[in-house]
């Protein structure tokens, strides 16, 4: 990303997903700080904030990538706060998830994801994907 301020936030619950995301965008020389949570309400706590939900960054930019098999709190319900908030409704959502049925890919477009890429199961096929997306990363500007 052009714009070395954009923060990544990751939510993530595997641990070994979460390394190899984070190693293979490294490796395409994404540089911006990437925040890390391992469930959805860990993430909704970071980004939004008192009793009304307010969103808390809302001149930070940044890029969400997120799993949608999360505990507590999972990626649909995350996107559907994110989406429904004035605030945040701007931030790019990515989602990165083994799921690949087609009534809960197209739920995630209805909900407002700009991007869904389904984790492949084999390591080297994985890690190319996510090289693949720091590159594409790279060339976007982000709100």
């Known amino acids: 990303m052009e714009n070395k301020t954009v923060t990544i936030i990751l939510v993530e619950d595997d641990l070994g997903h979460a390394r190899l995301i984070e190693k293979n965008l490294k ?4 540089e911006n700080q ?3 949570f391992t469930d959805g309400q860990q993430a909704i706590d970071y980004l939004f904030s008192g009793k009304n939900r307010s969103f808390a960054y809302p001149t930070t930019p940044m890029l969400i990538l997120l799993d949608l098999n999360l505990p507590i709190l999972d990626g649909f319900a995350v996107l ?3 989406k429904e908030n004035e605030m945040s409704k701007h931030v790019p959502v990515i989602m990165i998830t083994t799921t690949d049925n087609t009534h809960e890919i197209n739920k995630c477009y209805e909900l407002g994801c700009n991007l869904y890429l389904v984790k492949p199961v084999e390591y080297l096929e994985f ?8 590159l594409f990363l ?3 500007k982000i709100p």
């Open 27 to 30: 490796r395409t020389e994404i």
């Open 127 to 134: 890690a190319e994907t996510i090289r693949k997306l720091g």
């Open 34 to 36: 990437i925040m890390k």
């Open 138 to 140: 790279s060339m976007i």
């Open 80 to 82: 559907k706060l994110l």
